[in-house]
T-cell receptor
Framework: EAGVAQSPRYKIIEKRQSVAFWCNPISGHATLYWYQQILGQGPKLLIQFQNNGVVDDSQLPKDRFSAERLKGVDSTLKIQPAKLEDSAVYLC???????????????FGPGTRLTVT | GDSVTQMEGPVTLSEEAFLTINCTYTATGYPSLFWYVQYPGEGLQLLLKATKADDKGSNKGFEATYRKETTSFHLEKGSVQVSDSAVYFCALNPLSGGSYIPTFGRGTSLIVHP
């Protein structure tokens, strides 16, 4: 079974530039998560999708971050414009959870390490 | 809101020593509790879980018991190995508005010396 795929693995940009990350979850997983993990801290949930609907985005800085999950499969997370404090690893995870079910194990991708200079 | 508090690391042990990593939580309702592990250079992966009070999760010699009265889910292992060196994350997954919304602790680094 293929795991959660993310790209790119590394990205270096200057502040005020924009960047996009892509995630392909495990086939058949209804729920997809984006996390921000700053060095030395635990993953912080940015947004959670179930199929192509948003379940929670209470911690997503909506003035600069956006995310979409078209057709309930792949997802992209965008930052525009980036700030120095956005330097972190961005993790994507997926799980089998469907409405009214769970909680199930989350499967994590390898992450994208973003450096903003 | 919901939160997880883990003991500060790093925890440094010799091989075959006993391990405890403390985890306490605050949450409304009855969340499911998880331990995830991140080995060097790898992604997070589930280590064990417990879904209700007094449940014990176990895997690879690690155990944790869901203690509702003390709101704790401490991770233990009787005899650690060098290969257990990793960062361990406690997480809870309470039901909110019909969906499970996960919250992670900050992680505890474990270093095991031969």
């Amino acid at each position: 079974e293929a795991g959660v795929a993310q790209s790119p693995r590394y990205k270096i940009i200057e502040k005020r530039q924009s960047v996009a990350f892509w995630c392909n979850p495990i086939s058949g997983h209804a729920t997809l998560y984006w996390y921000q993990q700053i060095l030395g801290q635990g993953p912080k949930l940015l947004i959670q999708f179930q199929n192509n609907g948003v379940v929670d985005d209470s911690q997503l800085p909506k003035d600069r971050f956006s995310a979409e999950r078209l057709k309930g499969v792949d997802s992209t997370l965008k930052i525009q414009p980036a700030k120095l404090e956005d330097s972190a690893v961005y993790l994507c995870a997926s799980s089998l959870e469907a409405p009214g079910q769970g909680p199930y194990e989350q499967y994590f991708g390898p992450g994208t390490r973003l450096t903003v200079t | 809101g919901d939160s997880v508090t883990q003991m500060e690391g790093p925890v440094t042990l010799s091989e075959e020593a006993f391990l405890t990593i403390n985890c306490t939580y605050t949450a409304t309702g009855y969340p499911s509790l998880f331990w995830y592990v991140q080995y060097p250079g790898e992604g997070l992966q589930l280590l064990l879980k417990a879904t209700k009070a007094d449940d014990k999760g176990s895997n690879k010699g690690f155990e944790a018991t869901y203690r509702k009265e003390t709101t704790s889910f401490h991770l233990e292992k009787g005899s650690v190995q060098v290969s257990d060196s990793a960062v361990y994350f406690c997480a809870l997954n309470p039901l909110s508005g019909g969906s499970y919304i996960p919250t992670f602790g900050r992680g505890t680094s474990l270093i095991v010396h031969p």
